[in-house]
Nanobody
Framework: QVQLVESGGGSVQAGGSLRLSCVGYGATYTRSCMGWFRQAPGKERERVAT???????SYADSVKGRFTISKDNAQNTLYLQMNSLKAEDTAMYYC?????????????????WGQGTQVTVSS
């Protein structure tokens, strides 16, 4: 049974930084696509950043240059470093993982999801 547990959310002022973490239990990070997604009230879920098995990363245009996704395979932990935060970054952030062969990391239908961690940015 795979379980993903996020942490690190909170409330910050615009321009501040936060680092989200996602620890995986029963998961093998070396064999997975992993990603961070977010959803604000009344809006659709948005793909924020993904990291592939070969460590290739991709980012939403809205966060490029401000957010960095990384992972520590030994610790089974996924990170999202968020700098220069804006009010529009306010959302619930979720980590996700999928171990399917040939799974394209830019997809939205990841098999495993965490419970989410709230990020609130005040202007």
């Amino acid at each position: 049974q795979v379980q993903l547990v996020e942490s690190g959310g909170g409330s910050v002022q615009a321009g501040g930084s936060l680092r989200l973490s996602c620890v995986g239990y029963g998961a093998t990070y070396t064999r997975s696509c992993m990603g961070w997604f977010r959803q604000a009230p009344g809006k659709e879920r948005e793909r924020v950043a993904t990291i592939a098995i070969d460590l290739k990363t991709s980012y939403a245009d809205s966060v490029k240059g401000r957010f960095t996704i990384s992972k520590d395979n030994a610790q089974n932990t996924l990170y999202l470093q968020m700098n220069s935060l804006k009010a529009e970054d306010t959302a619930m952030y979720y980590c996700a993982a999928d171990f399917s062969e040939f799974f394209a990391c830019e997809r939205y239908d990841y098999k495993y999801w965490g419970q989410g961690t709230q990020v609130t940015v005040s202007s």
